[in-house]
């Protein structure tokens, strides 16, 4: 490790072990629900802090693997054990204050795993002071009933044995997809980690629309949900295109067919979807200027 500046907090030297001490800043949502499986493999863990400067959720398990902490500074004054993986989960705008208090210690040697939409790893390291060691990953909220997909970039620079780490932190809260180009990420945040939101926009507007056609409300966010939910498994457990399962519901001259008539009348569905997601990417990228 190098010697950091004389001003700064230096990090024990450590001795090679398997269980690590990992920093988790920021423990909102995704943070928390990170946390949530985490615990669940608690073996790889020597000690987890928590820095959250907004306060906690309160139903975030107790447990004696876990420090809290208002600030990095108060983490250095009551913990002298070397970091060995920090965790960023603060919203991208807040990034570059959230991450500024690191300087006070010495990085070569901490990995961190972003999950900010936006912030490419060249951003992060400058913010750092040029540290090299930077993992990007773009969950998404069904990480917080362990279905979340995550897609991951991890430079050739990162040792082996610290990606398979990244990978097992996010793999405890749902199925993860290593990425080799670091550009996809844009695309990725688009579909994937904004994704969900345009799942729950559909279930709100078919149990609105059955409402409207005569649907008791609670039968009608029923049908919607339940729907939805069953689509998608069956997308999951069949191998078939998305497409042949669309045929395969779709009688000619049926109930079906008149409803797909709307939605994929001059490609309009499709071509909504397109441009939501574009603008979505766009304002990914807009976010790492």
């Known amino acids: 490790m190098n010697s950091p500046a004389p001003n700064k907090h230096s990090q024990n030297i450590k001795l090679p072990r398997e269980k690590r001490n990992l920093v988790l800043l920021g423990c909102g949502k995704m943070g928390s629900a990170m946390l949530k499986g985490w615990l669940q493999q608690p073996d790889q863990f020597r000690h987890i802090s928590i820095i959250e400067t907004e306060g906690f959720n309160p ?58 939409a936006g912030l490419s790893c060249d951003w992060i390291s400058r913010q750092l002071g040029g540290n090299r060691q930077i993992v990007r990953a773009m969950p998404n909220t069904p990480a917080s009933v362990g279905a979340g997909i995550t897609a991951i970039y ?52 078919m149990e609105s629309a059955g409402t409207k056609l005569g649907l008791p409300k609670m039968l009608s966010k029923k049908l919607a949900l339940g729907t939805i939910f069953g689509a998608g498994k069956l997308l999951m457990q069949d191998i078939s295109d998305a497409s042949l399962l669309r045929e395969n519901v779709t009688s000619k001259g049926g109930t079906t067919a008149a409803a797909l008539s709307v939605l994929m009348r001059e490609d309009a569905l499709a071509n909504l979807v397109l441009e939501a997601m574009r603008d979505a990417r766009d304002r990914s990228r807009e976010l790492g200027q």
């Open 154 to 205: 991890a430079s050739k620079k990162i040792a082996k044995h610290q990606r398979e780490f990244c990978i097992s932190l996010l793999g405890a809260v749902g199925e993860v997809i290593i990425i080799s180009d670091e550009g996809l990420m844009d695309s990725v945040t688009a579909l994937s980690g904004s994704g969900p939101a345009y799942v729950f926009l559909l279930a709100e507007a």
């Open 59 to 116: 139903e975030i398990v107790s447990s004696d693997l876990i420090s809290y902490y208002s600030s990095l500074d108060a983490l250095l004054k009551s913990n002298s054990e070397p970091i060995d993986f920090v965790v960023l989960a603060v919203k991208p705008q807040m990034m570059a204050d959230a991450i500024a208090p690191f300087a006070q210690i010495a990085l070569d040697e901490i990995v961190f795993l972003s999950i900010a």
